[in-house]
């Protein structure tokens, strides 16, 4: 179950009493407020609060030479200056606040993200449920040949049937001990701080994040990238249609900037300027070792 009867009572209970506010709203945002967005087999995303928008970036970078807010298009074109200049002080005027359950192996991955407030489940008070992400078929993949960090070709027929059992029955057994140790049913019953540590990493756990706007783009960016694992993806995909929402305008820049941008060395500049002029530039003429030459010819397309 994605949202427990006592989280579904607590958001009909904050629904059902709306506040008048002064504060800046935004109405995608507004849309988002308390709604779980499904992510995985079990896991979700959802908005708790948030703080800001697209003018209060543009306002905090104008309160240096005492002038207020323009229009939408001045707006729109200082965001796009802020971004293109990676001045990242205006967008940490705008806050999120998350409520993100997820598997613990994806949490691990996640908090490596240190620019953020992270309050967790405790495992150590309460008893986690007996869920566990078991990835969908097309999602098991054998371990990639060129990237010691990634996925290769997909696992198929009688192989992929045999790695979806084990993780059924280990998640299950592993989970029937937990029940079994921490049971006081004729015995003491061994504490759950200690009788979690036997659950598998792909149990879930939940957690409140909450964030500002230029190191929410930083996760972004690397997360929601495609090379990033898919299980942490799909989370950021779902973050991203929400700040879409949010702020579109510092959205639509971080698009173009960001994840549609790259970001070329010295050496990389130096060999696109000799191309331009016809010289025939290789990789072993180029400066370059053979990682960052693949890599440079992704950037540009180049079949060979």
């Not at 506040?19 to 935004?26: D, F, S």
């Not at 999120?96 to 953020?116: E, S, Y």
């Not at 696992?155 to 921490?182: F, P, Q, T, W």
Request: hydrophobic content about 40%; proline content about 4%; aromatic content about 10%.
């Amino acid at each position: 179950m994605p949202l427990t009867p006592e989280q579904l009572a607590e958001i009909d209970a904050l629904r059902s009493n709306p506040q008048p506010t002064l504060r800046a709203t935004v109405p995608g945002m507004e849309a988002h407020l308390y709604h779980a967005h499904p992510v995985l087999d079990h896991g979700f995303v959802r908005v708790i609060d948030y703080m800001g928008d697209d003018a209060a970036i543009c306002q905090a970078a104008r309160v240096s030479y005492g002038k207020g807010t323009k229009s939408v298009q001045n707006d729109a074109g200082l965001i796009r200056y802020l971004m293109r200049h990676w001045h990242s002080t205006p967008f940490e005027m705008c806050e999120i606040k998350l409520h993100v359950k997820l598997p613990v192996f994806v949490a691990r991955q996640w908090i490596r993200h240190r620019t953020a407030n992270v309050n967790e489940y405790s495992a150590r008070y309460s008893i986690l449920d007996r869920e566990f992400y078991i990835p969908e078929p097309d999602a098991l993949a054998a371990q990639s040949v060129v990237n010691n960090q990634g996925r290769g070709a997909t696992l198929e027929g009688a192989e992929a049937a045999r790695v979806l059992e084990i993780l059924k029955a280990d998640s299950n057994r592993a989970y029937d001990n937990y029940e079994s140790m921490i049971s006081d049913e004729g015995q003491a019953g061994l504490a759950r701080e200690l009788a979690r540590m036997n659950l598998p990493a792909n149990i879930y756990t939940q957690w409140y994040w909450k964030v500002d706007l230029h190191n929410l783009f930083h996760f972004l960016r690397l997360r929601a990238d495609a090379h990033a694992q898919y299980e942490i993806r799909v989370y950021a995909d779902a973050i991203c249609e929400m700040v879409k929402d949010w702020v579109p305008a510092s959205y639509a820049a971080f698009e173009d900037y960001r994840m549609g941008g790259v970001t070329l060395s010295a050496t990389a500049i130096a060999c696109v300027q000799r191309m331009l002029k016809g010289e025939k530039v290789t990789q072993e003429n180029s400066g370059m070792s053979k990682g960052e030459w693949r890599e440079f010819l992704g950037v540009l397309n180049d079949p060979a």
